[in-house]
């Protein structure tokens, strides 16, 4: 990749993970979801998605221990 397409995909995947993270908590306007709909590329969705989860799946395990232990 070229340094500006470098850019490009980290500022559309930082784009997509701030989407996509208003959208699980029920932050996001329609008007900003339509928008995203016409701007964001699928695979910066996807990676926000697989970044979001293992967030996810990391915090659930710290409390789990953190409970448990």
Do not use: Y
Not at 45 to 59: D, F, K, N, R
């Amino acid at each position: 990749m070229k340094p500006s397409q470098n850019t490009s995909f980290l500022r559309g995947t930082l784009r997509a993970i701030g989407a996509v993270g208003t959208a699980m908590v029920g932050l996001r306007r329609a008007q900003d979801r339509e928008k995203d709909f016409a701007t964001l590329k699928p695979v910066h969705v996807l990676v926000a998605g697989i970044i979001i989860a293992a967030i996810i799946i990391t915090a659930l395990i710290l409390l789990v221990d953190r409970i448990a232990g």
